[in-house]
């Protein structure tokens, strides 16, 4: 069984991890999308053309479900890959409902992209679980370049996360959604920065589990895999490997994605 995996950048590997702890005979393919990051300001129509290269290349490379690591892809995009792609399409958004159950102060932060904040899947969202909670979001700038450079704890990444969390906290935000793959990363950074009081969702392993519900499902029959994991980038190879290395806690020498996808 081959899984196929895309984010903007290296953001998906906190998706990715939760994947290879839940399933780890799968064979794993993961695509950092580095030459387009961030997806976060481009238009929907770009990140929807971005996100069908990418499915192509990892069906091509024998991909039998794709997960899509990124929120701001999965609300620009999963419909069309869904329509456009015969195969389970698993896509990810800001853990509203479990934020809404785990909030004792009725007030709720949202650190996401600008193009996941405003897209129309998130607003549904909000209709659907949030009704009678406060929910504030802030839009993080910025915030996946740093993680981008692996500057998970250095002086800009947390004057960048005090400014966006500040006026989530000054309102009485207890509950921190994290509502973009990169930001786990980040976690304990903004843990420090927010007090250990404050309570940090993410959907990394949700995602996992729903892959898993829905292989077992959908694809019975596949022969498991094996275990292996494979990456491979928009940009340069040598320069991916070292942040991805960083992040996944083990070497990785990623691969350059053939011209046509890129
Ligand atoms: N990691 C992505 C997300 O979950 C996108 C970040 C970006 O490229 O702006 O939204």
Same mark, same amino acid.
């Given at each position: 069984m081959t899984i196929g995996v895309?984010?903007? +950048?290296?953001?998906?590997?906190?998706?990715?991890?939760?994947i290879r702890?839940m399933l780890p005979d799968v064979r794993l393919i993961?695509?950092?999308?580095?030459?387009?990051?961030?997806?976060?300001?481009?238009?929907?129509?770009?990140?929807?053309?971005?996100?069908?290269?990418?499915?192509?290349?990892l069906?091509?490379q024998g991909a039998k479900a794709i997960v899509?690591?990124?929120?701001?892809?999965?609300?620009?995009?999963?419909?069309?890959?869904?329509?456009?792609?015969?195969l389970p399409?698993? +896509?990810?958004?800001?853990?509203?409902?479990?934020?809404?159950?785990?909030?004792?102060?009725?007030?709720?932060?949202?650190?996401?992209?600008?193009?996941?904040?405003?897209?129309?899947?998130?607003?549904?969202?909000?209709?659907?679980?949030?009704?009678?909670?406060?929910?504030?979001?802030?839009?993080?700038?910025?915030?996946?370049?740093?993680?981008?450079?692996?500057?998970?704890? +250095?002086?800009?990444?947390?004057?960048?996360?005090?400014?966006?969390?500040?006026?989530?906290?000054?309102?009485?935000?207890?509950?921190?959604?994290?509502?973009?793959?990169?930001?786990?990363?980040?976690?304990?950074?903004?843990?420090?920065?927010?007090?250990?009081?404050?309570?940090?969702?993410?959907?990394?392993?949700?995602?996992?589990?729903?892959l898993q519900?829905r292989l077992l499902?959908e694809l019975p029959d596949t022969q498991p895999g094996d275990g292996t994991a494979?990456?491979?980038?928009?940009?340069?190879?040598?320069?991916?490997?070292?942040?991805?290395?960083?992040?996944?806690?083990?070497?990785?020498?990623?691969?350059?994605?053939?011209?046509?996808?890129?």
């Amino acid at each position: 069984m081959t899984i196929g995996v895309f984010d903007s +950048g290296v953001g998906g590997l906190s998706v990715l991890r939760h994947i290879r702890m839940m399933l780890p005979d799968v064979r794993l393919i993961y695509v950092a999308d580095s030459a387009h990051v961030p997806y976060g300001d481009k238009t929907a129509h770009y990140i929807e053309q971005r996100s069908i290269a990418l499915t192509r290349f990892l069906v091509k490379q024998g991909a039998k479900a794709i997960v899509v690591a990124c929120n701001t892809a999965t609300a620009a995009a999963a419909q069309t890959l869904r329509r456009e792609f015969n195969l389970p399409v698993i +896509g990810m958004e800001p853990a509203v409902k479990p934020a809404v159950s785990a909030t004792k102060s009725g007030v709720v932060g949202v650190l996401a992209t600008t193009g996941t904040l405003k897209s129309a899947r998130f607003s549904a969202l909000l209709e659907r679980h949030a009704k009678d909670i406060e929910i504030i979001t802030h839009g993080c700038p910025g915030l996946v370049e740093q993680v981008e450079l692996g500057d998970l704890e +250095g002086q800009k990444t947390r004057q960048l996360i005090e400014r966006y969390t500040e006026p989530l906290l000054l309102q009485g935000a207890d509950t921190l959604i994290l509502g973009c793959t990169h930001y786990p990363f980040l976690a304990p950074l903004i843990r420090d920065v927010a007090g250990s009081h404050i309570e940090l969702i993410d959907t990394g392993e949700a995602v996992a589990r729903q892959l898993q519900r829905r292989l077992l499902a959908e694809l019975p029959d596949t022969q498991p895999g094996d275990g292996t994991a494979h990456f491979f980038t928009s940009k340069d190879a040598q320069a991916a490997s070292l942040i991805l290395s960083k992040l996944w806690g083990s070497p990785i020498e990623a691969r350059k994605l053939p011209m046509e996808f890129a």
